[in-house]
């Protein structure tokens, strides 16, 4: 079992930049992926970005030169920096990670873009 607690989210108005982590906890053999998700009111979950265990990242367009996804803190966290942020990023941000034997997910944070 592993468990995801994301947090850091929040209101920011447009411009603004937001700092999201991710921590696991629970029976944890090895990481293979790291992931930040996303979904707005009304609309399906959509990938923000993505990182191996070998460091290979990859972003949604629409996160590429914004958001930054890092895992330079300790092993068992991500983050998510986002700048910039526009109101079109308000949605609840997930948090998920990939074990030998399936993905798991955190509960979310939302973020709200709004003047």
């Known amino acids: 079992q592993v468990t995801l607690v994301e947090s850091g989210g929040g209101v920011v108005q447009p411009g603004g930049s937001l700092r999201l982590s991710c921590a696991a906890s629970?029976?944890?053999?090895?990481?293979?992926?790291w992931a930040w998700y996303r979904q707005a009111p009304g609309k399906q979950r959509e990938l923000v970005a993505h990182t191996t265990a070998s460091e290979v990242t990859n972003y949604a367009d629409f996160a590429k030169g914004r958001f930054t996804i890092d895992r330079t803190g300790a092993w068992n966290e991500v983050y998510l920096q986002m700048t910039n942020l526009k109101p079109d990023d308000t949605a609840v941000y997930y948090c998920?990670?990939?074990?030998?034997?399936?993905?798991?997910w955190g509960e979310g944070t939302p973020v709200t873009v709004s003047s």
């Open positions: 629970g029976s944890i053999v090895s990481f293979y992926a």
């Open positions: 998920s990670v990939d074990t030998l034997d399936r993905r798991w």
